[in-house]
């Protein structure tokens, strides 16, 4: 990977719902990915079979409560947005108007410009640099890079700062740091009412939820103004 030549950018990196309406050929229908091959396979976590294209699952025959389930890593949502014949607005559209569940939907800022120091993130959080609406965070080190998390792993808004770079093991020169906002049931729903594209949405429920400050003499922490990165 070329750091040099890649841009930063907002994306949606995990996508994952349930409808007990609709058969599996009805979804991949509503995914626009009628066309493409899928092949049957054994499914997961109480489903007993899966159709399967390219890092998309659908799973069903699982228990009559149980629906179909519609799982979407971040490389297919790669495929979704390179094959398929919809836009995610209308696969949103499509889920809410038909009031399906939305189990997570992530959406991620990969920094490779160098905007983000993961160290200095760590360091912020460890020393309660930060304002909050969540009391949880922890810190990670390891030998596949830092993260830091805000918010329990049961919340429903749960963000997350890691180093990509070095959780794909390339080499200390790549630069690729990724906020990550995950959001569960209402949370994600409302997310894909929001009236604007993806990355001022991001930004703005990152904003609603972690600020990290500089020191001040005000006695309201949530004064206290934001750090430049």
């Known amino acids: 990977m070329d750091s040099t030549k890649a841009e930063n950018i907002v ?14 050929d009805a979804l991949i229908s509503a995914l626009g990915l009628s066309h493409v091959p899928w ?5 997961a976590r109480g489903y007993k079979d ?34 398929s014949k919809v836009d995610w607005d209308s696969l949103f559209k499509f889920i809410r108007d ?14 490779h410009t160098g905007l983000l120091n993961i160290r200095q993130i760590v360091n912020d959080t460890q020393c309660g640099m930060y304002i909050s609406k969540s009391d949880y965070w922890e810190t990670v080190l390891s030998s596949k890079g830092s993260t830091v998390q805000i918010g329990s ?8 700062i890691y180093d990509k770079a070095a959780e794909r093991g390339y080499s200390s020169d790549v630069h690729w740091v990724r906020v990550e906002i995950q959001l569960r049931d209402d949370r994600a729903v409302q997310f894909t009412k ?8 991001f930004a ?26």
């Open 11 to 24: 994306l949606y990196d995990w996508l994952s719902f349930t409808s007990k309406v609709h058969s599996p």
């Open 39 to 43: 092949t049957e396979t054994k499914g």
């Open 50 to 83: 899966r159709k399967y294209f390219s890092c998309i699952s659908i799973h069903y025959n699982g228990r009559a409560d149980m629906g179909v389930w519609v799982e979407m890593s971040g490389q297919g949502c790669r495929t979704f947005e390179s094959l």
């Open 98 to 111: 038909n009031t399906l569940k939305i189990t997570r939907l992530d959406v991620a800022f990969d920094d």
């Open 153 to 160: 792993p049961q919340s429903k808004v749960l963000i997350r």
């Open 194 to 201: 929001i009236p604007l594209p993806i990355g001022p949405a």
């Open 204 to 229: 703005g429920v990152v904003l609603n939820y972690l600020r990290y400050i500089e020191p001040a003499e005000d006695a309201n922490k949530w004064r206290w103004p934001m750090t430049d990165y």
